[in-house]
C-alpha cells in the first residue's frame, strides 16, 4: 500500500502559507512527493509556468529540492484533485 499523501496549498504567498510550506517540505510522511503550491497568477506568470517557490520565500530553498517548486495558478491545483485522485478536507 502506498502511504503517501498528495498535499496543496492555495495562497503561499502569504505568512502563514510559508510557514505550512515550511512545515510539509520538511514533514518525514512527505517525502518524495512535494506539496503543491497555488495562488492567482498574472498572464506573465502563467506564461513562464508559474513562480518558483524561491522567488516568492528564498528562507525555504535550503537544499531539499524545493528551489525547483513553482507556485501555479489556483485553476491547475483545482483540476489535478478533480482527476479521480483522493482528497481529503479539514473538519472542524
Keep these: 500500500m ?3 499523501v498528495q ?3 492555495i495562497g503561499v504567498t ?3 502559507g510559508a510557514e505550512l510550506a ?3 517540505l520538511h514533514h518525514p510522511r512527505l517525502k518524495g512527493v512535494p506539496p503543491l ?3 492567482r497568477l498574472d498572464e506573465k506568470d502563467i506564461a513562464r509556468g508559474g513562480v518558483p517557490l524561491s522567488e516568492i520565500h528564498p528562507q525555504l530553498t535550503n537544499g531539499n529540492g524545493s ?3 513553482k ?3 489556483a485553476r491547475a491545483v483545482a483540476s489535478v484533485g478533480s482527476r479521480g485522485a483522493r482528497t481529503r478536507t479539514a473538519r472542524r
Excluded: E, K, V
Aim: hydrophobic letters at 50%; glycine letters at 10%; zero cysteines.
Design 2 to 4: 502506498n502511504d503517501a
Design 7 to 9: 498535499t496543496a496549498i
Design 14 to 16: 502569504g505568512y502563514a
Design 22 to 24: 515550511r512545515l510539509l
Design 37 to 39: 503550491f497555488a495562488g
Design 67 to 69: 528551489a525547483s517548486l
Design 71 to 73: 507556485q501555479h495558478a
